[in-house]
């Protein structure tokens, strides 16, 4: 009697799922793995949209460092020829500024919004330290930045902080960039700047 129980106890114990709990747990299963595979896929589209938002801002606000840089160094050196060349416009812009090296050849930059990229060229004087400048060929132009959604960049402003539209006159340019980069679901960016030339 007491072995019988015990065997019976024991077949029990031993007893495996029944169908039923197997199909349950394989449609638990199931549901848990949809939840995570989409989870996992929603994540992994954020990821990549804020990558490439990054990186469009990363370029943008590299160009315009650059471009700052480059501007506050503006000078020719030549009394009868202005660091700011004209004529000036908002969505592009033409001045001289020296290189770094000893002895300097003066660059000719121009930078300009076109298609919606931000793009950049310049020339390098044939000789070195002093007027009168002569250049060579402009280079190719070289995108910095893409994706630019506002029609005006540049701004000028003379020394008592009037708008100027006289090359010879601008003391400081506003640049405005505003960038929409394709995978940010319509998010923009906008960076702003004023650069005050140190060579007067």
Known sequence: MIGSRL????????????????????AVLGVMFAVYSDLFSTTLHVSGTVINSSVAQSETRAAIDGLASDMRQSYTGDPATSAIAGPLSGTSITFYSPDRATPFHLRKITYQLSGGALQRQFALSTN?????????????????????????????QDA????TSTAANVNRVGITVTVSPPASGGATYTYSTSVTRRNQ
Do not use: C, D, K
């Not at 019976?8 to 349950?24: D, K, N, P, S, Y």
């Not at 330290?129 to 000028?156: D, K, Q, V």
């Not at 008592?160 to 708008?163: C, M, V, Y």
């Open 7 to 26: 065997a019976t106890r024991i077949r029990r114990e031993e007893a495996g799922f029944t169908l039923i709990e197997v199909v349950v747990s394989m």
């Open 160 to 163: 008592t902080g009037a708008t």
């Open 128 to 156: 070195t330290n002093g007027p009168p400048w002569t250049f060579g060929t402009m280079s190719a132009w070289n995108t910095l930045s893409s994706s630019i959604t506002n029609a005006t960049l540049f701004t000028y």
